[in-house]
Structures are given as C-alpha cells and as structure tokens.
C-alpha cells in the first residue's frame, strides 16, 4: 500500500506556477512507480505523469508535455509535480498513486484543487 496524501493546489492566474506534493506511506513507496493524475468535473480521472520507481525515466501526456515536471524522493516518501504555464484546462482535482494500484479504488486519496483563472 502506498496511501498517497497530495497537498498543493490552488488558485493560480494563467501563465502560472504550482508545485504538488504527495506524501505516501508503507514500505512498498520506493519500489513502485508513480503517476499524477487529474479529474475535471463530468470528466474521467487521467494520467498525466508517470515516473519509474529508481525517478530515472518519466513520461507525459501530451497536453502537460513541456509544462509539467514529475520527480520523487524515495527518502522522504514523497513525489512531486512542478506545474507551470498553467492553461484554464489544467483545472483539476489531481491525484498521485502507484501506478500498479491505479485499478483499486481504495487506494486513492482525496486529491487537491487546482483552479486556473483566465
């Protein structure tokens, strides 16, 4: 078990910059891989941000690519997303998770809100 608690959200003006943070729990966190997920309302919840368990191989949907930045500190149990150029679309409830536990719906936390204003 992971037992993500991300932290970090808010309201940002377009152009913006935020960084989130998840503090994860149980033994297993440096040996899982991680992802940020986000959730706009009527929307299903998507990966945005993949990063391996070792942090030395990340991946990126398309639509964050080259604004967003995933990275981790397995000493701190912790995993990280640097958010900048921020678009009124990136407005989300974004979640982290191991990627393995993505399936099970027990595992997920209760996100932070990011709002973008326009």
């Known amino acids: 078990q992971v037992q993500p608690v991300e932290s970090g959200g808010g309201l940002v003006q377009s152009g913006g910059s935020l960084t989130l943070s998840c503090a994860a729990s149980?033994?297993?966190?440096?040996?899982?891989?991680m992802g940020w997920y986000r959730q706009a309302p009527g929307k299903q919840r998507n990966l945005v941000a993949s990063i391996t368990s070792g942090g030395g191989s990340t991946n990126y949907a398309d639509s964050v690519k080259g604004r967003f930045t995933i990275s981790r500190d397995n000493a701190k149990k912790t995993v990280y997303l640097q958010m900048n150029s921020l678009k009124p679309e990136d407005a989300a409830v974004y979640y982290c998770?191991?990627?393995?536990?993505?399936?099970?719906?027990?595992?997920w936390g209760r996100g932070t809100q990011v709002t973008v204003s326009s």
């Open positions: 149980g033994d297993s966190f440096s040996r899982n891989a």
């Open positions: 998770n191991a990627i393995a536990m993505a399936a099970f719906s027990s595992s």
